[in-house]
């Protein structure tokens, strides 16, 4: 079992900088790959960035790439999303997720979900 919980959003400008984080309980976390969702405002969920768990590898969806960064400490049971360069497109509750195998978590196929953390991002 992994229980997360998300921090760090918040209102800001777009061009700003936000650095997202989620901290895991459990003591399996070094294995889980680690994931960042969104939802905005009256659309879908969608995958956002994905880092497997030893951090060696990332990926990050075609609208945040060259912005966003993801990282993890396992020592401390966190994931971070590092989020430059903000848009106004960017606005939209974002989740840690977590899964054993990170081409599952990808397409949102985990069972293990934070309660979300809140960006706005204004113009």
């Known amino acids: 079992q992994v229980q997360l919980l998300e921090s760090g959003g918040g209102l800001v400008q777009a061009g700003d900088s936000l650095r997202l984080s989620c901290a895991a309980s459990?003591?399996?976390?070094?294995?889980?790959?680690m994931g960042w969702f969104r939802q905005a405002p009256g659309k879908e969920r969608e995958f956002v960035a994905g880092?497997?768990?030893?951090?060696?590898?990332?990926y990050y969806a075609d609208s945040v790439k060259g912005r966003f960064t993801g990282s993890r400490d396992n020592a401390k049971n966190t994931v971070y999303l590092q989020m430059n360069s903000l848009k106004p497109e960017d606005t939209a509750v974002y989740y840690c997720a977590a899964d054993e195998r990170l081409n599952r978590l990808r397409i949102g196929l985990t069972g293990y979900w934070g309660q979300g953390t809140r960006v706005t991002v204004s113009s």
């Open positions: 459990g003591r399996t976390f070094s294995t889980y790959a």
């Open positions: 880092i497997s768990w030893g951090g060696d590898l990332t």
